[in-house]
């Protein structure tokens, strides 16, 4: 099933299943009990498919994404957190920060895992039974407020407003048995910059979800961001990073196409 969240014609905010010929209204809580009532949605505009309650991150989890950046494979998955706020709908801009000015704002494709129970201390051979669906992200970076102003930690260079894309549908777990088996993609003004599969992670979606879930209580909604591979705008040379008038899209097999345009904040 794919699972959109929308706004009408109405003005109301709903989730609908997408199908070939168009979206039908759910009824009920994505996070519990919920059916296709068969009933058509005009749908006026797409927005993100969940609205994250947190949103834990892993860097430096794919094997040649480390190796472009120099780093040695780590012996834990390494964690950051990216602010609510931060999400973004498809189609809609990622915003180059002017205010606290950045001028290394990079791409980041990721599959995105979306919890739909609560989850604490699973292990590996039980944590998709929690995974409600996958979508794509777009863990974008500045890069500057990442290494060089954000005093050692990651976050600021990682959660200003609209840095996390996530779209355009979410996929439920059913139609996806191995996330660890995913062509994923990001394509910038047309050209593919990253083109890799989701089996080169260093930690995999279960393994993660177990760590993640220790002495940790992981609730509904929450959203994984599980890394992403090489070919990022600073490993370029020169190093490429995002301007306005760009247009990116991050694709992953068996998901969809996420596509936003960026602008300077004003």
């Not at 190796?67 to 964690?79: K, R």
């Not at 102003?149 to 996530?166: A, I, N």
């Not at 047309?190 to 002495?215: A, C, H, R, Y």
Request: glycine share 10%; with cysteine; aromatic share 8%.
């Amino acid at each position: 099933m794919k699972i959109v969240r929308f706004i009408d014609s109405a003005g109301s905010t709903g989730y609908g299943v997408q199908h070939a010929t168009g979206v039908t209204r759910i009824d009920g809580c994505i996070f519990g009990e919920f059916s296709d009532t068969g009933e058509s949605v005009d749908v006026k505009k797409l927005l993100a498919p969940v609205e994250p309650k947190a949103i834990p991150c892993i860097g430096l989890n794919y094997r040649k994404h480390a190796a472009e950046g120099g780093q040695p494979e780590p012996e834990f998955p390494v964690l950051f957190m990216k602010m609510p706020s931060t999400v973004q709908n498809p189609g809609d801009p990622i915003l180059l920060p002017t205010h606290l000015k950045s001028n290394s704002v990079d791409y980041e494709c990721e599959l995105a895992v979306v919890i739909g129970k609560s989850c604490k201390n699973v292990s590996k051979e039980n944590a998709l039974d929690y995974v409600l669906g996958y979508t794509c992200a777009n863990d974008v970076s500045a890069r500057d407020w990442q290494s060089k102003f954000g005093g050692s930690q990651w976050c600021r260079g990682k959660t200003f407003d609209t840095f996390c894309p996530l779209g355009p549908v979410l996929v439920t777990a059913d139609e996806i048995p191995n996330p660890n088996s995913l062509g994923i993609r990001t394509i910038l003004n047309g050209k593919t910059m990253q083109d890799w599969n989701t089996d080169d992670m260093i930690f995999d979606v279960p393994t993660l979800i177990e760590f993640l879930s220790g002495s940790t209580r992981l609730e509904p909604g929450t959203v994984i961001l599980t890394g992403t591979p090489h070919g990022v705008g600073f490993a370029q040379k020169p190093p490429l990073f995002l301007k306005e008038g760009d247009v990116i899209t991050i694709s992953i097999d068996g998901i969809g196409d996420l596509t936003n345009p960026v602008i300077d904040e004003v």
